[in-house]
């Protein structure tokens, strides 16, 4: 994991964190804050010796007027003390609510995978979401957006974020949390 990539890991814990804290000072009213964090690690002997570890982090606030996303995730994988599986991946997304169902959203993300065709890709999107079921137990949504990147195999500069390309020019997506 190179210095920019833990510098920004350790800004977007730092933030969740002291979100979380300032919340829980709240005691008259609940908190608008969500958190989750999940760790995970499998380790796996025999003929070959693999590891894979993984942390995934998000942090939500929710007003009347809009809500914040924020998320982080990393995974690792080596299999016989090689490296073959490492990438990090970072968001914030701002969803201005047009009524309880609708909402639009801006959303900027951090990408980096040492295994694939680009080494770093910075995203930003912008769309429109529509809540389809929620219930206490479930939630479903849809969104539609258009998405501007940025690959690189070095370090990100100027030049990078001028050559900003549109690809695909739209996408679908799809949204489902089940809870217990």
């Not at 908190?31 to 796996?44: D, F, H, M, R, Y």
């Not at 570890?53 to 090689?82: F, L, P």
């Not at 993300?109 to 040492?114: I, K, L, P, T």
Request: no cysteine; hydrophobic share 35%; glycine share 4%.
């Amino acid at each position: 994991m190179n210095l920019t990539t833990r510098t920004l890991f350790t800004l977007l814990f730092s933030f969740m964190l002291s979100q979380a804290s300032i919340a829980d000072e709240s005691t008259k009213n609940p908190s608008p804050w969500k958190n989750n964090v999940e760790l995970g690690a499998i380790q796996t002997s025999g003929n070959t010796h693999t590891t894979t570890v993984n942390a995934k982090a998000k942090s939500i606030y929710e007003s009347e007027a809009w809500r914040t996303t924020v998320t982080g995730d990393a995974i690792s994988s080596s299999s016989n003390n090689a490296t073959t599986s490492e990438e990090y991946n970072a968001s914030i997304q701002e969803d201005w609510k047009i009524d309880s169902r609708n909402y639009m959203f801006l959303r900027a993300a951090f990408e980096s995978d040492r295994f694939t065709g680009f080494k770093r890709r910075i995203s930003e999107s912008m769309g429109y979401g529509r809540q389809l079921i929620k219930t206490n137990n479930f939630e479903w949504k849809s969104e539609i957006e258009a998405e501007a990147f940025v690959k690189a195999a070095s370090p990100i500069t100027l030049q990078h974020l001028k050559a900003l390309s549109v690809q695909p020019p739209m996408q679908i997506g799809n949204s489902v949390e089940h809870r217990n």
